[in-house]
């Protein structure tokens, strides 16, 4: 009898239910092993950053979770363990101890930093909080933001820049159909916000927005996208870089920037302005963000690998709220090595090592894996490289009889954790679609882990 059997099927705890914790449940269903796969996950819904990340006015990037649902029921070596946080209420050397192995797919939940005197005044924001903020996350839904000021500064030219910028850009009409929170929504519908700058500190060539994204500041009802056409002479490098045909995403994000430089502004009320080459130097301030001091930058190195560096050219730009949005970063775990400066558990093809060294029986796969980059989509391969690892090393795991869920469920209800199954979760997100429905929204978010588990009751 070996491990993976059907009288011995290799357990497994999947740690985090975003896409790469469902990407890894499916790989591993899709072996010739047999299995049985806790996913564990620290909120009560599932779904990671599909959920509490995506854009609201984006759906049909939604639709994700329907694979995720199929997968969930429609696999009986599938359990979700919703509500539970490993390294609180569970820890990483208990789940080793009651698993033939543990997969820590547990995403980037924190963001990076500028390191500029002032970063830390009132008004000034992550994107990470604004987002999960709109999203209805249940650790962001008591935030509050101060849309009171004409000006808002976004720094940073990624996709999660666009969908802040754009969200403070739409009006209520066209949010109020949407998932947003119903808290959002309020708020928003107070915002006196005129003037979104959205601030990169390399050039319109290097700018990380998609095409679809970019495109869609040219559609919006009350918000004219602006450039000025100046920022868009390029130098060499940048032209070759746009040269370059496997970069024609990039190509296509200049182009619309052209396009954006040649309209006249058709008088709506609010301006989106994409600005590029500079940096936040200061942000400043009596008690909360006045204004953010930028200098202007220029690029050097060659194409493709050019980096920014101040003129010394600096100037003001009074702004009563600015939001950081230059990239997530992972979390440590304890009893996990952790990357500190890559802000990820370091790994060689999914398998986590210390030291260069494999550590039995601990995997990773998604984001917290290869860093805060890539679409959904981009989990699943990378959890289908973790699970052909996982494969590979199965005949050399502790193949010794472990209780897994059983032992789970016992530590949990030790502790009084209030954890929940998939059908309970099912149960809570048709209350959310019904209480969508009553307001012509696609569902109503439960934005408390008492009020779901209340529902439940
Ligand atoms: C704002 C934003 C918008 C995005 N929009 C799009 C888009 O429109 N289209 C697109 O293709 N991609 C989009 N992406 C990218 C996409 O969301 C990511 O590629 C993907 O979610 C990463 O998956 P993941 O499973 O690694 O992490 P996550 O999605 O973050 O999932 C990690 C999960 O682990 C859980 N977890 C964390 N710690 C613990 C713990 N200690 N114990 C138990 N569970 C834990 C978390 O609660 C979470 O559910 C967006 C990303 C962001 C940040
Ligand atoms: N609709 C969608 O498909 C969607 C929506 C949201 C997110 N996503 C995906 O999720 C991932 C994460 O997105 P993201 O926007 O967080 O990250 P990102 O794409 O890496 O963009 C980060 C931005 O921050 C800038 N930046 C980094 N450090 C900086 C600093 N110190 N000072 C000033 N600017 C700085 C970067 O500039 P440099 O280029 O100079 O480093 C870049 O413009 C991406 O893969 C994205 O495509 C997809």
Redesign the pocket.
Known sequence: MSLGDEQHPLRVAI?????????SSEALIRSELHVEIDL????A???????????PD?PK?KQ?INVYDKIASENAELNYIGN?????DITVDELRDAYHAVIL?????TDRRLGIPGEDLLGSYT??EF?AWY?GHPDYRDRSFDLSHETAVIIGQG??AA??SRILSKTVDELKTTDISQHALDLLAESKIKNVYVIGRRGPAQAKFTSKELKEFGELADCDPMVDPAELILNEASQSELAEKSNAGSKKIYDLFVGYSERAPSGKSRKCYFQFLRSPVELLGSGRVEKVILEHNQLSGDAFKQSARGTGEKYELETGILFRSIG?RG?A?PGVPFHESWGVFPNESGRITDNESVVPQLYT?????RG????????RA?AKETISSLIEDVNKLDSGNKQGRQKTYSILDSRKVKYINFQQWKTIDQVEVERGEAKGKPREKITSIDEMLAVLS
């Open positions: 740690v985090g239910a975003g896409p790469s914790g469902f990407y564990i996950e620290r909120l819904a599932p779904y990671g950053l599909v959920r509490s990340g995506v854009a984006h990037l994700a539970v946080t490993v390294g609180k797919t547990c995403g980037a939940e994107a990470t987002v999203n996709n999660v969908d802040v997530y979390v775990m796969a998604g984001w917290i894996k805060p980059s890539g679409i959904i989509g981009t989990n990378c």
